[in-house]
């Protein structure tokens, strides 16, 4: 049995300890906040993006850092997993993006707006999490799907990257990630499925040939779509 001072001798101690303690770790917490959210990234951009984020209550169908609602992606990794160029298409018309697909509000966004919004969320996906998200448990059986039977070693034109076509389909062994679960194939080797008019007619509208593809319409001027099937159909060569 504690004696009443001893016990008001336990207490008192015990506070102190536990509020020190307390006082300690909120005090360390605070002291890496600047490094692990990348302080010094946070440009007018990032700002800007944030404000257009909340402005727009994405949060209403999004998480982001696991919070929000449950409706639409996660997207504190959206441009690793996806591409930022990809990312400004879809922002651009995310309908178009998605044909026969699922939809997301087109918020009819200017370029500027855009870049902002990829900004933000580029700098969301570089705040250091201790490894949230996880890694989804079918990441590595989408990663085979996309493993290119012939693997390019010519250098694949900028206009890839640039038109998103890499986000969805690897080329050289690289991309594809926003493409596996659609279905897209590599195009390493799609000489030997289509000839050059095919190719043509095909990236031109998929949905004129294909009516339920899920490859969207990419709006390209007939020189990049030139361009675009030279390149593949001289991959055979
Ligand atoms: C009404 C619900 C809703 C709201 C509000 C919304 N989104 Fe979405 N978003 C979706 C859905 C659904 C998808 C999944 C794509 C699809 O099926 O079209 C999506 C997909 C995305 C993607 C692509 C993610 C990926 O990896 O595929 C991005 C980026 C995105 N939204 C950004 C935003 C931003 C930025 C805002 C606010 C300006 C916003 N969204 C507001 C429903 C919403
Ligand atoms: C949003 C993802 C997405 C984007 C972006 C995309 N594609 Fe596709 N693509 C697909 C899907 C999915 C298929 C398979 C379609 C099907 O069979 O219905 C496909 C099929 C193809 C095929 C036919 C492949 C074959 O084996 O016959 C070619 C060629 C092609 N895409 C080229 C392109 C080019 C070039 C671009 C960029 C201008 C591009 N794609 C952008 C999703 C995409």
Not at 156 to 165: G, L
Not at 189 to 198: H, L, P, Q
Not at 211 to 229: F, G, H, R, S, Y
Request: with cysteine; charged share 20%.
């Amino acid at each position: 049995m504690l004696s009443k001072s001893q016990a008001k001798i336990f207490f008192l101690g015990g506070t102190g300890v536990f509020t020190a303690a307390f006082l300690a770790l909120t005090f360390d917490t605070h002291r890496k906040v600047p490094a692990q959210t990348r302080q010094a990234n946070i440009t007018p951009a990032v700002d800007r993006g944030k404000h257009i984020w909340e402005d727009n209550n994405c949060m209403g169908c999004h998480t982001l850092f696991g919070e929000g609602a449950y409706y639409a992606p996660e997207l504190t990794k959206a441009v690793e997993r996806r591409g930022k160029p990809w990312l400004k298409m879809f922002l651009k018309d995310p309908e178009a993006m998605f044909p026969n697909d699922r939809k997301m509000v087109n918020y009819h966004f200017n370029d500027a707006q855009i870049e902002d919004v990829i900004a933000f969320l580029e700098w969301c996906g570089n705040v250091d999490l201790n490894g949230f998200p996880a890694k989804p448990p079918l990441a590595e059986k989408m990663k085979a799907t996309s493993a290119a039977p012939v693997v390019t070693t010519k250098p694949v034109p900028a206009i890839f990257d640039m038109m998103a076509c890499r986000g969805c389909h690897s080329l050289g062994g690289q991309g594809g990630m926003a493409g596996a679960a659609l279905g897209a194939p590599p195009l390493d080797d799609v000489y030997k499925r289509k000839n050059k008019a095919e190719l043509a007619a095909w990236i031109s509208d998929p949905a004129k040939v294909k009516p339920d593809t899920k490859m969207p319409k990419i709006p390209l001027t007939p020189a990049q779509l030139e361009e675009i099937v030279t390149f593949l159909s001289s991959l055979g060569n």
